[in-house]
């Protein structure tokens, strides 16, 4: 007995010392340390020592050959070999689409740019997924599907020239850039809205946001072919990807789009996009389980790192989550939102950390957004050390009425976003946003502070912030909510009141600090729902209460 007790003690010894060694040796194993979540380590993929130079296949770096089949034949030599390592040396690398095999890492050497072709007819329509809809695309510049060890990784470029393939609206960039593009062809639409081919325009007639819901003959879908933008780096149920030191830019609709994928680092990457860009998003993690985003820059058109699982029906279908997602030490300038969680979620979302980021510049900061017919659950999301600077709407955000504008747009539009209202069967159409948990967030001028704004039959449920200081122009603002909990956080306005609650149900704070400005009221709560909202730390005679609502439901601690 005391031989078999002394084995089994050996045996753990053994794994534990061998758990440890790994984690010593794992370049990613800080990640890892307080992990809210189980999550397995994610490793870089391993390549064969084989090495090609795309140059040896007739490939020239002149900015006018183009190289599509030196790409072509280099990837088919290696992949013969087994897999290795495609070397692109320095250079201007003109091409059509790259199409990756297994095993392969694509290394874009110091000074090397690969420029992706203008020529639509170089990019067939696919059979693909966009905006969470099964669809047809064009073929992206850089695509592979069910593969195995891939990779991206150097010192150059990356540019999809998007500027052949986007739309463009007036009141996004200056009158000069707007005459310049407008003369150089194109077509017009009500004014304001440019499409660089006939085509483009009518497919953008006849969509639902970007992609086309009708059945439609092979010729019809032709005829509008230079409308369906593709993204620019397309995996799709790939296994081991890997992102490193290079600069994505310049593409023609979302920019890096792995979709349901497992096992994707992407570690120091520079992602931009002109900030006019129409989808001009960064990074689209769409229906991938266990990944990693660091130490990466993105200045965007769009969302910038944005979480995503399928729209809708076909969502719902293929039930596929982004689940065990680390992001840490990211920076992002321009953007629609610095960290977004949706609108295509209906697969669901669950077991994200995010820590350790900038958001410079974005429209929001942290952006939550979905609508009725999505359904889908958002859940487990822990972010912490979030710091914000001249954000142009809100700091932290819940948007159940997202309508396909950005927070901006909206703004400038002078649309008024629904709050409360009458309440919806609840079904599995209805979106579902839970068990969120932020603390250690500071942002200094933003417009709004926050605004969390559920369904009346679907609040957003068990949100907490911990330790959070906002400075901005309003408050917080918080509709059809419940189980809210905050603990010491700072708000600031410089009008209005710093705290906002309408048909809000158990919102407890403790220590809620707060300065006064010339309208004296430090709260303003409204509604008929209201339930057990806990205030502390707000004097009551600074609270004005709305007459419809149950007094007895505010209590002050």
């Known amino acids: 007995m005391q031989k078999i007790n002394f084995l089994v003690l050996f045996a753990l010894l053994l794994t534990y010392g061998c758990n440890a060694q790994q ?12 992990l809210p979540f189980e999550m397995p380590y994610v490793h870089v993929p391993v390549f064969p020592d084989n090495q090609v130079n795309v140059a040896d296949f007739g490939g020239n770096p002149n900015g006018i050959a183009l190289n599509t089949e030196a790409f072509e034949k280099a990837m088919e030599a290696l992949s013969q070999k087994g897999g290795g ?58 695509s592979g599907r069910n593969l195995e060890n891939i990779a991206i990784t150097g010192q150059g470029s990356i540019n999809g020239y998007g500027e052949a393939w986007r739309p463009l609206k007036k009141e996004k960039v200056t009158e000069r850039q707007w005459k310049q593009v407008v003369t150089s062809g194109g077509f017009v639409h009500n004014g304001n809205y440019w499409f660089p081919t006939e085509g483009s325009l009518k497919g953008y007639l006849m969509s639902d946001m970007n992609v086309p819901r009708q059945d439609m003959t092979e010729e019809q879908w032709l005829e509008i072919k230079d409308f369906l933008r593709p993204v620019m780096v397309s995996f799709i149920e790939c296994k081991n990807v890997y992102l490193q030191g290079v600069l994505f830019e310049n593409s023609p609709a979302w920019n890096i789009h792995p979709l349901m994928c497992e096992n994707v680092i992407i570690d120091g990457v520079y992602v931009k996009n002109p900030n006019y860009s129409q989808n001009g998003d960064g990074i689209d993690l769409e229906s991938c389980i266990n990944s990693i985003i660091v130490n990466s820059i993105f200045d965007v058109g769009d969302d910038a790192i944005c979480i995503k699982s399928g729209k809708d029906e076909d969502g719902r279908r293929r039930a596929r989550p982004t689940e065990n997602l680390i992001v840490d030490n990211c920076k992002v300038f321009h953007g629609h939102g610095g960290f977004i969680v949706g609108s295509e979620m209906s697969g669901g979302v669950k077991n994200i950390s995010v820590k350790n980021c900038q958001f410079l ?59 409360g209202g009458q309440a919806f069967p609840v079904n599995e159409e209805t979106p579902v946003f839970r068990n969120i948990y932020v603390k250690n967030l500071v942002s200094r001028n933003a417009r709004r502070a926050m605004f969390f704004n559920g369904l009346p039959e679907m609040n957003i449920e068990n949100i907490n912030l911990e330790n959070a200081f906002i400075t901005a122009r309003y408050g917080a603002e918080f509709s059809e909510s419940k189980d809210i909990t905050f603990k010491d956080v700072t708000v600031i306005p410089e009008e209005g009141s710093a705290y906002l609650f309408n048909n809000v149900k158990n919102f407890r704070s403790e220590n809620l600090v707060f300065e006064l400005n010339e309208s004296g009221k430090v709260a303003r709560i409204t509604g008929s729902k209201n339930a057990g909202i806990y205030l502390s730390g707000l004097p009551e005679n600074r609270i004005e209460i709305a007459s419809e609502v149950d007094k007895s439901e505010i209590k002050y601690q």
Not at 101 to 106: D, F, L, P, T
Not at 367 to 382: A, H, P
């Open 23 to 34: 984690s010593q040796n794992y370049k990613y194993a800080y990640l890892y340390e307080d």
């Open 85 to 142: 390592t495609l070397v692109v040396p320095k250079g201007v690398w003109f091409s059509g689409p790259i199409v990756f095999r297994s095993n392969i890492n694509m290394h874009l050497e110091k000074g090397a740019l690969i420029l992706f072709s203008p020529d639509f007819d170089l990019y067939p329509l696919v059979e693909t997924i966009f905006e969470g809809l099964d669809t047809r695309r064009c073929q992206s510049p850089i």
């Open 361 to 419: 510049g974005t429209d929001v900061g942290l952006r939550f957004k979905s609508t009725r017919g999505r359904g889908g659950v958002v859940e487990n999301i822990y972010i912490s050390d979030i710091y914000m600077y001249n954000i142009v709407t809100e700091s932290f955000l819940f948007d159940l009425y997202y309508g396909g504008k950005s927070a901006s747009e909206s703004l400038a539009d002078g649309d008024t976003t629904p709050t």
